[in-house]
């Protein structure tokens, strides 16, 4: 039994000594997905905008949406977007002939006017 829990220590400490090395040394995690990053994606990650969705509450007559602390209906502007619409789920704005969507269940998904058929 000690052998064992020997054994299995050294080959703990031979595997974390390895992980170091490879983080030093520079090299990727393979099981992180490969972005690569260009002039246009930075250039588009910089505009997103900060708007973090706290919670809908939907209603068929006058539903809310409170975005970063304050509460904003339908027609109403927040930072150049204005709110089109309100579901249960999501809230999409837009500005400038692009929208985007925030959701509940995931981040922010963009799209131009342009891209939709």
């Known amino acids: 039994m000690a052998c ?3 054994v299995l220590g050294l080959v703990w400490l031979l595997a974390s000594s390895q992980l170091a090395t490879a983080q030093q040394v520079g090299e990727r995690d393979p099981t992180r997905p490969l972005v ?3 002039d246009q994606t930075t250039r588009s990650v910089a505009r997103l905008p900060n708007l973090n969705l706290d919670f809908i509450r ?3 007559t006058q539903s809310v ?3 970063n602390g304050d509460l ?3 027609g109403d502007e927040i930072r ?3 709110v089109i619409t309100i579901e249960p789920d999501r809230v999409t704005l837009y ?7 925030l959701s509940v ?3 922010l998904n963009r799209s131009t006017l342009k891209e939709q058929p």
């Open 65 to 67: 949406v409170s975005i």
């Open 58 to 60: 939907y209603s068929t």
């Open 95 to 101: 500005r400038d002939d692009e929208t985007i969507v």
């Open 36 to 38: 690569v990053a260009n």
């Open 72 to 74: 904003y209906q339908r």
């Open 4 to 6: 064992k829990v020997w």
């Open 105 to 107: 269940f995931a981040g």
């Open 80 to 82: 150049g977007w204005t």
